[in-house]
């Protein structure tokens, strides 16, 4: 009666769990869990029918048997876990004190741990390890980089203000051009004007006997003046035209020479780029200021890692002198060795599972072995003939 009661108390427990954690297990029937006799079943006196029955209750008692040795090694460790609760609880206070600086020490450095492998925005291994094979360049090569973007600006900027000298060359050239053709224009126009001036000064003399002398005078004098200047000005035109053309060809010069650098300098830009795979300076500053900062934070990862491997060894190393038969396993829980809630929902779990693990040892040795054993202790003192068959003799 007091395996049923418990069996009872222990359906409401799972039950009250199962309503928590959404399962789906149904203790409702308890034909589940009851043996049912097939004794009734069989003709004893059939040979296969009473091997068929023996074999079955044999295979019972060894499925059982089997669960039961798992069930008792699995509620030895969970009652060393609650002795091991008891021994720590019990420390006096200066054990206690050292136990617990080891476990703030050790969640420290994981927090600390935790911190680094949770950030966001951290540099991927690949890059990391790129930065990493250049570290020793890094900076001339930073240097390098700058120095060659800030050479390109300058070059882009020399062939911008030759472009604008040779368009301003080349604009004064066409001006120049045009000025001696209307010089040389303005001559023939003044030399036809000047034959047609004598030609009317001629006539009005002989064919109207009128003097002519200061008219002569004023027309030659006029045209001299203006044939001088236009000569003056030609003459002018023609050698500033000499002095653009060779500004000009100088320009090209100098716009060859700076082409061929700009060349060098972009292939040079290039090759930079691709072997240190970013696409300007201004990217691989950033990276290698990203690179020391990770590097840093690395360095400090692993010398937590060391901290916190010699102080897990420190705390295991303390548990061990006190009788604490599973230390390892507080490495994990150092929450429940500084916080007494944390403690008691440990223990609490651990009781949870010791009185299931009790039910389901209690079902296997009593509804199964020796309900069992019962059956077959009965058929055999019930037909003796085929006791030996049944294993009592």
Request: proline share 1%.
């Amino acid at each position: 009666m007091k395996l049923f009661k418990d069996m009872k108390f222990w359906k409401k427990i799972f039950r009250s769990r199962q309503d928590e954690e959404g399962d789906e297990l149904d203790f409702e029937d308890e034909s589940w869990e009851r043996i049912e006799s097939n004794r009734s079943k069989f003709n004893v006196h059939d040979w296969d029918q009473r091997k068929e029955y023996v074999q079955d209750c044999r295979d019972r008692i060894r499925e059982a048997s089997e669960e039961l040795e798992n069930l008792s090694f699995e509620y030895g460790k969970v009652t060393s876990y609650l002795k091991d609760i008891e021994e720590i609880e019990a420390l006096p206070e200066e054990e206690r004190k050292e136990l617990n600086a080891s476990a703030e020490k050790i969640q420290e450095l994981e927090s600390r741990r935790g911190a680094y492998l949770e950030k966001k925005n951290r540099m991927s291994d690949e890059k990391y390890h790129q930065m990493e094979r250049m570290e020793d360049e890094a900076e001339e090569g930073l240097r390098k980089l700058s120095e060659t973007e800030d050479y390109q600006n300058l070059i882009r900027k020399d062939m911008s203000r030759l472009d604008g000298e040779k368009h301003a060359y080349l604009y004064r050239k066409d001006e120049l051009k045009g000025m001696i053709a209307d010089a040389k224009g303005m001559t023939v126009i003044c030399s036809v004007a000047l034959i047609v001036c004598f030609v009317v000064l001629f006539t009005l003399k002989y064919a109207l006997r009128m003097d002519i002398q200061v008219g002569f005078l004023l027309t030659t004098g006029l045209a001299a003046l203006v044939i001088t200047l236009l000569f003056i000005k030609y003459t002018e035109s023609v050698k500033e035209l000499k002095r653009v053309e060779k500004g000009i060809n100088r320009i090209i010069m100098l716009h060859n020479r700076v082409k061929i650098r700009y060349v060098n300098n972009t292939n040079l830009l290039d090759y930079l780029y691709m072997k240190y795979k970013v696409s300007s300076a201004k990217e691989f500053l950033s990276l290698w200021e990203k690179y020391k900062v990770e590097k840093e934070e690395r360095r400090r990862y692993r010398e937590a890692e060391l901290e916190l491997d010699e102080c897990q060894q420190e705390l295991l190393s303390i548990l061990k002198c006190y009788q604490v038969k599973d230390p390892a396993i507080w490495l994990h829980q150092t929450a429940a060795i500084l916080d007494n809630k944390e403690m008691v929902e440990i223990r609490h779990g651990l009781i949870i599972r010791r009185q299931s693990l009790r039910r389901r040892m209690d079902y296997n040795r009593e509804m199964i072995i020796e309900k069992t054993k019962g059956e077959m202790k009965e058929l055999a003192e019930a037909y003796p003939q085929y006791a030996g068959e049944l294993g009592w003799k």
